[in-house]
């Protein structure tokens, strides 16, 4: 019986063994499935990709978009301006090489012209009003571009309209320390100052002038600043070469903000609350005007009074004088006047951005933006003509791709084509501010290249420093103009370089500290990642402060093709250099930051300021030893990260911490915004790049706060100092926090 069950047992496993493997082979088995998106979540940048861009960036193209953008001057809201829109628009719009998507995007904003019917006029007049010199209302014609209608006169936007006479003085750069030593020998109360560029703001020159009770100010550009010493347009200055002739003069905007002027901190759209235009601060509070130097070599070479020091000479063949104040005993000017009549008037007017979209194809929400502006003061060849004939090319070349179906962004590619730049970065300021939350949440970083090309010699760029490693990446992929074996990378080196003691020697990549083109919304107000670059010249052999032509109506495409960069070699490595980081920021799985990079640029900072500052405010009793922690915290923090990311397999990860690692890169510099630190600057809240007066290499709002303690020694400026010390103190913890993996 027992054995009978045994073995009707051992059967009963025999036939269930069976049965199981007949299962096991025998029923077909559905296949796994991969879900279609898991390939592209994973995706990295690919480099055939990169290469083709790379070959596609035709300087022809460059050339002739050129050519278009400069046949006509395009002043923001000009009938030249709307020509520039439609231009752009339907390169974006093309069915062949186009974006996803492009639009134009109005601002109604506050810009300030001169009058087309009472030119400005600078006048000497003696007692009795006769006139017995009168400045250049326009510029001499070399070629018909300084003869078309719709070159703008000379004029200083913003400045108020008048007719302020006076004597004349010569004031240098307008700074204030050149006011308060002119003021020492001479009442400047109801004269007329006459200031070169360079030292000082443009708007500031007028602005600290009023405090004075000076009533006018003229400014022009001092040959030994911008022409090495020369003057003559027979045979030095354009049109035989790149140097400013006599009568040119530079415009620009005489505003210390950025942004429409009515509208702070709002987008500039019909319906938006405007501000009274008497409550505009950080303009001209007198009348101001620019012209050329050789009108200012007549007026200042006539100056009685003083020798000026030594640094205040400049190029001309005469002795710079302060002033008696005006004019010497023995000068046909003797006894006379100089007159401003400025008939400047202000008008709210729509400007137009362009708008152009590729999407992403795995993270549609988050953004990498490309820009640059499109209004000039003339033909605005080199400014900023010769950034918009790049973008068109890389727009064009990556239009291509995605309209053939080779390539598609990882991320959204937002490229914006900037209105009324010159008259305060307003475009891309009133962007900001329409889509401030948006922008500071989804925004990976932005790429700004204004003026392409100053010259054909080396790459400059200037960035946040988490970019560096991306830049130096993208340079060592292209060729330097000129050169069938070298990099940009190898190139730019050899002009300009630093040692890093992670590195060892590298290019020398600056810092977006200022407002000077419309990465300044970007970095000072939203936070976000940047890099600004062009092409520049050997600063060993030219002590020019920018371009001859800059602002100018010699600023044209032959001067562009002739001077600057003929055969646009310098463009095709800028537009190559700068696509490449594109595509870089748009398609790499991790983002191409380096957090260590940033913490070695705190460092630099540190140090200027433990051994600039130290000394003095432990005798204050204020310990920087707050700083230093934040400081070495946040080389911690980089330093975890980065192993982090050097021990995990990104591509085989679940997708969200891919995007958590993303997230803390993109974050980490909006931890660096304290919106009240700098209550007098608008539109900075960046601790670390704002703005800053000191000349010291270091924590812009700490050197400010010093500065002015050390000049008052009021109690209450080293408590500013102190409140510094801790805004910037914080800030570097907070982002060191933001870099860490959770809590």
């Known amino acids: ?38 390939n592209d979540v994973a995706k990295d940048v690919d ?17 002739e978009n050129l050519r278009e953008l400069t046949k006509v001057p395009h002043l923001a809201t000009s009938p030249g301006d709307e020509q520039t829109v439609q231009f752009v628009l339907n390169r974006w719009q093309d069915p062949q090489t186009g974006l996803d998507k492009a639009w134009r995007q109005e601002y109604k904003v ?23 010199f009168s400045v250049r209302e326009k510029e001499k014609p070399y070629y018909p571009d300084q003869e078309d209608p719709q070159v703008v006169q000379p004029y200083a936007a913003y400045s108020p309209a008048g007719h302020p006479r006076g004597k004349l003085v010569y004031a240098n750069q307008g700074k204030p320390s050149d006011y308060e030593r002119l003021n020492q ?53 354009y049109p035989h070469s ?47 005007q620019p012209i050329g130097f050789e009108d200012a070599r007549s007026l200042i070479c006539e100056l009685a009074g003083d020798p000026a020091p030594s640094e205040w000479q ?56 490309y820009g640059n502006h499109r209004d000039s003061w003339v033909h605005g060849a080199i400014d900023p003509s010769s950034g918009t004939s790049v973008m068109l090319e890389i727009t064009r070349v990556l239009g291509g791709m995605v309209k053939q179906g080779k390539w598609r962004p ?31 949440e989804r925004t990976v970083g932005y790429i700004n290249v204004d003026i392409a090309v100053f010259a054909n010699a080396t790459l400059r760029a200037s960035a946040m420093p988490s970019m560096q490693s991306v830049i130096f990446q993208a340079t060592q992929q292209v060729n330097a103009p000129g050169f069938d074996s070298m990099s940009v990378y190898d190139n730019w080196i050899r002009y300009s370089n630093r040692t890093s003691p992670t590195h060892g020697v590298i290019p020398r990549v600056g810092y977006l500290n200022g407002a000077g083109s419309d990465y300044a919304a970007f970095v000072h107000y939203l936070g976000i990642a940047s890099i600004d670059m062009s092409y520049t010249y050997d600063r060993s052999k030219t002590n020019a402060r920018i371009y001859p032509a800059y602002h100018t109506a010699y600023d044209t495409f032959h001067y562009a093709s002739n001077f600057i960069d003929p055969g646009f070699v310098g463009h095709q490595a800028v537009g190559r250099t700068a696509g490449n980081i594109l595509i870089r920021l748009a398609d790499s799985l991790l983002l191409p930051f380096n957090c260590s990079d940033y913490a070695e640029s705190l460092e630099d900072y540190l140090n200027t300021a433990v051994t600039s500052y130290q000394t003095q405010l432990q005798a204050k009793g204020i310990s920087m030893e707050p700083l230093k922690h934040a400081v070495a915290n946040f080389r911690r923090a980089a330093e975890q990260l980065d192993k982090v990311i050097q021990s995990s397999d990104l591509a085989n990860e679940t997708p969200l911490k891919v995007r958590k690692i993303n997230d803390q890169l993109m974050l980490m510099d909006r931890a660096f915004l304290n919106p009240l630190a700098f209550p007098d600057k608008y539109g900075f809240r960046h601790v670390i790049w704002a703005s800053s007066s000191s000349g010291k290499p270091t924590f812009p709002g700490l050197a400010d706060a010093f500065a002015r303690a050390e000049s008052s020694g009021s109690s209450s400026d080293w408590q500013k100092v102190h409140y510094h010390l801790s805004v910037v103190s914080q800030a570097i913890e907070g982002a060191a926090d933001m870099l860490n993996e959770v809590i």
Not at 7 to 13: D, E, K, S, V
Not at 194 to 205: F, L, Q
Not at 413 to 439: P, R, V
Request: proline share 6%; glycine share 10%; net charge negative.
């Open 410 to 440: 990882r991320r959204s590619i937002i490229f914006g084509s900037w209105g009324a730049e010159e008259f305060g970065l307003i475009g891309s300021a009133e962007y900001t501010e329409e889509y401030f939350t948006k922008l500071s």
């Open 314 to 369: 400049g190029g001309f063949d005469c002795t710079y004088n302060y002033g008696g104040p005006g004019f010497k005993p023995t000068s046909p000017f003797n006894s006379s006047d100089v007159k401003l009549d400025i008939f400047n008037q202000e008008k709210t007017i729509n400007s137009s951005n362009v708008m152009g979209v590729i999407t992403g194809s795995v993270e549609p929400d988050r953004y990498v933006i």
């Open 242 to 288: 790149w140097y400013l002739p006599p009568s040119g003069v530079e415009r620009g905007s005489y505003t210390k903000d950025f942004g429409d002027l009515l509208t702070p901190y709002l987008a500039a759209k019909e319906e938006t609350y405007r501000i009274s235009p008497e409550d505009i601060s950080g303009i001209p509070p007198i009348p101001t």
């Open 1 to 38: 019986m027992i054995k009978e069950a045994v073995i009707g047992t051992l059967c009963g496993l025999v036939v269930l063994t069976i049965g199981i493997l007949i299962g096991h082979f025998g029923i077909e088995k559905k296949s796994e499935v991969v879900p279609s998106w898991l």
């Open 185 to 237: 020998t001479i009442d400047l109360r109801g004269t007329i100052a006459i200031t070169r560029y360079g030292g000082e703001g443009r708007g500031a020159k007028a602005i600290n002038a009023a405090a004075y009770g000076v009533v006018g100010v003229l400014v022009y550009t001092d040959p030994l600043d911008i022409n090495d010493g020369l003057m003559s347009d027979t045979n030095e200055t």
């Open 47 to 63: 480099e055939k990709i990169i290469q083709q861009f790379l070959s596609e960036v035709d300087t022809v193209q460059i050339q």
């Open 110 to 132: 506050y810009l300030s012209f001169p009058d087309p019917n009472n030119p400005n006029k600078v006048t000497v007049v003696n007692q009795e009003d006769s006139v017995l």
